[in-house]
């Protein structure tokens, strides 16, 4: 099976996450798209949120043909991708999905050339980021019906820091999930 992997903080999950993972589905050769909420992060932030209050809202996203794979929180990985890679199932091809934002900083990941030969990656556009520079190895999503978007956790945190309402911008539950656990304020 040929798996999308969309990694991150997930701090919180929000529609654009859903956006990508169902256009990933929707016109590429992918034919599942894993979440896979990161357990370690470089640098460290102070205002992620708990590993399983991040799975918890992870857990809130139910798209069709979609899951969380805990991985890198199960074998407590560092978040460095290529580190991930020996714990991958080998039965199934992988393709590493990201947003055109990262692209500007992608030649500081750990590895990124050994990580770009053993893995392909899918580079989704980001409204306002443009698709460069593109590395070998890379691909850009592209369709006349794609919908790209401006949300990120960083506004979500924003807002809720706000007091404004997230509700509309989040999966069902994640802003019920936010305001019970006193996260982000």
Same mark, same amino acid.
């Given at each position: 099976?040929?798996?999308?992997?969309?990694?991150? @903080?997930?701090? #919180?999950?929000?529609?654009?996450?859903?956006?990508?993972?169902?256009?990933?589905?929707?016109? @590429?050769?992918?034919?599942?798209?894993?979440?896979?909420?990161?357990?370690?992060?470089?640098?460290?932030?102070?205002?992620?949120?708990?590993?399983?209050?991040?799975?918890?809202?992870?857990?809130?996203?139910?798209? #069709?043909? @979609?899951?969380?794979?805990?991985?890198?929180?199960?074998?407590?990985?560092?978040?460095?991708?290529?580190?991930?890679?020996?714990?991958? #199932?080998?039965?199934?091809?992988?393709?590493?999905?990201?947003?055109?934002?990262?692209?500007?900083?992608?030649?500081?990941?750990?590895?990124?050339?050994?990580?770009?030969?053993?893995?392909?990656?899918?580079?989704?556009?980001?409204?306002?980021?443009?698709?460069?520079?593109?590395?070998?190895?890379?691909?850009?999503?592209?369709? #006349?019906?794609?919908?790209?978007?401006?949300?990120?956790?960083?506004?979500?945190?924003?807002?809720?820091?706000?007091?404004?309402?997230?509700?509309?911008?989040?999966?069902?539950?994640?802003?019920?999930?936010?305001?019970?656990?006193?996260?982000?304020?």
């Amino acid at each position: 099976m040929k798996i999308g992997l969309l990694g991150g @903080t997930f701090n #919180p999950p929000h529609i654009g996450h859903i956006l990508i993972a169902q256009q990933i589905l929707d016109f @590429t050769d992918c034919e599942e798209v894993w979440f896979l909420p990161n357990y370690g992060q470089h640098p460290p932030k102070s205002d992620v949120a708990s590993v399983k209050d991040r799975v918890s809202m992870v857990g809130m996203i139910h798209v #069709p043909k @979609t899951r969380i794979s805990t991985l890198e929180i199960d074998n407590k990985l560092d978040g460095k991708t290529i580190h991930l890679l020996p714990y991958l #199932p080998k039965e199934h091809e992988y393709r590493f999905i990201i947003g055109s934002d990262w692209l500007p900083k992608f030649s500081v990941w750990g590895n990124y050339k050994e990580l770009l030969e053993k893995l392909p990656f899918l580079v989704f556009p980001r409204y306002g980021h443009p698709v460069e520079p593109l590395f070998e190895h890379m691909s850009v999503v592209t369709h #006349p019906a794609l919908i790209s978007f401006d949300i990120s956790c960083t506004k979500i945190r924003d807002r809720v820091k706000r007091g404004l309402p997230i509700d509309h911008f989040v999966p069902p539950g994640v802003g019920k999930y936010i305001k019970e656990h006193g996260l982000y304020r």
